[in-house]
């Protein structure tokens, strides 16, 4: 973490605390509540600091002066004063999940009822900054003490209800095992594997976040064994091909999102020079990709192929081209990993390309309105007229703009005499 983030961590822990302390002289219980005591007690910087009290949102917008509500219905409310948004919930417990998402009604209640109510034992934990500062005190009604020390991921109460209440929840806890190196427990991870099915009930929008989130991580890999193991893999993918972590568990740790996907594409059976369309509508459908998340997996695998398959045939033009498209490097990343030994004949000729007159991808000598002077209207001849002209440049074949000019013209004048 960086300074920047440092102080941004330190002071949003300062500003929840400033809420826990209000609230106490207001006579109310409070705690920092959920991920970031988790986080706290497992050693990791909390991406932020929530609090958890038996103030309603209609106590705390009486006693902050800068608030929002984002769900005074479930007892959520933002608290602005301290510099940092605060999300401050109201203790309570949960009516049916009759969507399988969210508690068609809840009721303000106590901490333990709120404990009770969460999906895994790590993430149902109180902590109070102001007993003691040196060791803040910790309200576990789950035995999620026990569960943080022995590393162990298990649901609250009994995991059938909780995966009943969210489907979801089976992903979330592939999720949070794999993130913080945890073993599932035995009855938890069961019930996950016994009502895999269920999670094809899931929105896409909701399973595409989810895995998101597993994939950007470090842990990316642990996550996909563990999809594999859960039998999750059809309810999310349609099938279940067996994964082989090899090419994914090879990429750098902060990587783009585009490239992990054509590691996991890869890893679950795509095989490169196959149909690349048909494979990115599939993940675009299943995981909800943007257009431009499917757009860049679809140009690093063309690129992979070009490079593992069309290289010693390409011209020095083509071989300029394909290097200096954007997702060049992503293709060479994975390529490097499926193919080490071409990768780097690749890489060594890419230096002498480098080297070559204009290098990769030099400014055009010749460019549209130059075609226009010479009085070639756009069209079909236009395009190949132009390209053509760049190729040379990029061969050598021309070293001025004067003679890309002549070039360009004389290509010009033996289509025109071609098409006659």
């Known amino acids: ?31 920092l509540a959920g991920g970031c005591v988790r986080d706290l007690l497992l050693g990791i910087d909390p991406k932020d600091f929530d609090v958890a009290t038996d103030a309603t949102p209609e106590n705390i917008g009486q006693y902050f002066k800068r608030t929002a509500s984002v769900g005074a219905a479930f007892g959520v409310m933002l608290v602005r004063d301290y510099g940092c948004t605060i999300e401050v919930a109201t203790f309570r417990s949960d009516g049916v999940y009759s969507d399988t998402r969210r508690p068609d009604s809840v009721q303000f209640s106590s901490p333990i009822e709120d404990a009770q109510r969460r999906d895994f034992t790590i993430n149902a934990l109180f902590m109070d900054p102001l007993e003691d500062s040196n060791s803040p005190k910790i309200i576990d009604f789950v035995e999620g003490m026990i569960d943080v020390e022995k590393r162990v991921l298990r649901a609250v109460g009994d995991p059938e209800a909780r995966l009943r209440e969210d489907h979801l929840r089976a992903l979330r806890g592939v999720r949070f095992a794999a993130k913080y190196g945890l073993a599932i427990e035995k009855r938890t991870f069961d019930s996950i594997r016994n009502h895999a099915s269920e999670l094809s009930g899931v929105s896409v929008e909701r399973i595409g976040e989810e895995m998101r989130k597993m994939l950007i991580h470090s842990s990316r890999t642990e996550s996909c064994k563990l999809i594999d193991q859960l039998d999750l893999d059809n309810a999310i993918f349609g099938d279940s091909k067996q994964f082989d972590p090899t090419v994914m568990k090879a990429l750098p740790i902060e990587v783009e999102y585009s490239v992990v996907l054509v590691a996991l594409a890869i890893g679950r059976g795509f095989i490169i020079g196959n149909d690349v369309g048909k494979i990115c509508s599939h993940y675009r459908r299943v995981l909800d990709l943007s257009n431009n998340d499917r757009d860049s997996m679809k140009a690093i695998l063309i690129g992979v192929g070009e490079f593992n398959q069309k290289w010693s045939g390409l011209s020095i033009a083509m071989k300029k081209r394909l290097l200096s498209l954007e997702h060049a490097v992503f293709s060479l990343e994975i390529l490097k990993i499926l193919n080490h030994e071409q990768a780097q004949v690749i890489f060594d000729e890419r230096s002498s390309l480098e080297q070559s007159f204009g290098g990769l991808s030099p400014e055009p000598f010749v460019s549209g309105a130059d075609l226009i002077e010479l009085g070639l209207k756009p069209g079909p001849d236009f395009k190949f007229v132009l390209d053509s002209s760049y190729d040379a440049q990029l061969e050598g074949a021309v070293r001025t703009k004067l003679a890309a000019i002549a070039f360009a013209s004389q290509l010009a004048k033996e289509r025109a005499i071609n098409e006659q």
Do not use: C, F, P
């Open 1 to 31: 973490m960086n300074r920047d983030d440092n102080q941004s961590q330190h002071s949003e822990y300062i500003a929840a605390v400033n809420v826990v302390q209000l609230l106490k002289t207001k006579g109310h219980i409070a705690y």
